[in-house]
């Protein structure tokens, strides 16, 4: 994995591109795409991000090919999730929301922006933005749930 040996800023980089690939339902994404480079021969670094593909508007029941926390849902990116990547990556779960509602922000408004979409047609760019726009609102309703318990406890 890559916290044992891309340190702190590949680990988040990693879960970057996991809550990317569950936020546009790309279940492809297997052990052959994560891929290290060592530019200095020694340390290892994440490769560039590549085949990050919507399969679920293919495949509408597909899961993740690796898991996410346990889980292999891409239907959600929940607390629970989260706090088991934490704990298996020695990290603070709090960083890590702040990471998921970063990177729904970001893709929401690229997708929304994106002129290449309407290359697509109306049945795949539908499904695909619904896709983001469910898994989105899902995660912010689970981190504002989240959120109400610590400030009761």
């Not at 290290?36 to 293919?58: E, H, K």
């Not at 020695?90 to 290359?119: F, G, N, Q």
């Not at 539908?126 to 989240?146: D, N, P």
């Amino acid at each position: 994995m890559p916290w044992a040996e891309t340190g702190e800023a590949g680990t988040y980089e990693f879960f970057r591109r996991l809550v990317f690939s569950v936020l546009i339902g790309n279940g492809d994404m297997h052990l052959k795409n994560w891929s290290r480079l060592y530019p200095d021969r020694r340390t290892p670094v994440l490769s560039p991000a590549y085949d990050f593909v919507a399969i679920l508007p293919y495949i509408p029941n597909d899961s993740l090919a690796l898991s996410f926390g346990g889980s292999r849902s891409l239907s959600e990116i929940g607390t629970d999730q989260v706090r088991r990547f934490a704990d298996t990556a020695r990290l603070p779960a709090s960083p890590l929301w702040t990471i998921v509602t970063d990177i729904i922000d970001r893709t929401v408004a690229a997708w929304e922006r994106l002129p290449e979409k309407d290359l697509l047609s109306e049945k795949m760019r539908k499904a695909i933005g619904e896709r983001i726009l469910t898994v989105a609102k899902s995660a912010v309703q689970v981190q504002g749930r989240s959120a109400r318990k610590r400030s009761r406890s």
